[in-house]
């Protein structure tokens, strides 16, 4: 099957600070989407991005799909951005997430 | 819309009891999903729905059975409780289906807390 990593597993940042999230896929994909999975649990559709490049204010994101790879740009980082941010490959017809990476932003 | 629901939130079972979990979503979607969540790890697909009428296995389906009642509802139903099935269940639904370019774009419930005893 289908391997997703995602880097780094761990983030902790200042309020203020930009950073990048990556996830690397193992095989051709059909879709990706990234996740915000806030500290109650809720998981948020941030971005359905099977390629090219999407912008949603302080978040933006871009998928090389011909390499196999997205990135998770956030800028200006709030303490509400803290959470599990997951990228998820559709895989013929099943969605799999990677692990995720957890960040806390402190204020 | 309410999106996708589900209930109940939270659970407490004894191991060997049964329970049914609900989901129902408003949006008209074509498909459905039931995912668990590990203390640690992404999200799981135990069983899926493309369409009513139909339902297959996912990656771990082993313990649990499904309904898809009609296109709004999805049942995922554990008929003998084990401690290895504590774990936050997620229902998701798509469109799976149209035109545009996003009918693959999933979305999630609030998800249900289930502890095994």
């Known amino acids: 099957g289908i391997q997703v990593e995602q880097s780094p597993p761990d983030l902790i940042l200042q309020e203020g600070a930009n950073s990048t999230l990556r996830c690397n896929f193992s095989?051709?994909?059909?879709?990706l989407q990234w996740f915000h999975q806030n500290p109650w649990g809720q998981l948020i559709n941030l971005f359905y991005i099977p390629s090219g490049t999407k912008q949603n204010g302080r978040l933006s994101a871009t998928t090389v799909a011909t390499e196999r790879y997205s990135l998770l740009y956030i800028s200006s980082s709030q303490t509400t951005d803290s959470g599990v941010y997951f990228c998820a490959v559709l895989y013929g017809n099943k969605l799999v997430f990677g692990a995720g990476t957890i960040l806390r932003v402190k204020s | 819309n309410a999106g996708v629901t589900q209930t109940p939130k939270f659970q407490v079972l004894k191991t060997g009891q049964s329970m049914t979990l609900q989901c129902a979503q408003d949006m008209n979607h074509n498909s459905m999903y039931w995912y668990r969540q590990d203390p640690g790890m992404g999200l799981r697909l135990i069983y899926y729905s493309a369409s009513e009428g139909t339902t297959d296995k996912g990656e771990v389906p082993n313990g649990y059975n499904v309904s898809r009642l009609n296109k709004r509802e999805f049942s995922l139903r554990l008929e003998s409780a084990a401690p290895s099935q504590t774990s936050v269940y997620f229902c998701?639904?798509?469109?799976?289906?149209?035109?545009?370019?996003?009918?693959?774009?999933?979305?999630f419930g609030p998800g249900t807390r289930l502890t095994v005893l």
């Open positions: 998701a639904s798509s469109e799976a289906r149209g035109s545009r370019s996003s009918y693959n774009e999933q979305f």
């Open positions: 095989d051709s994909v059909n879709n």
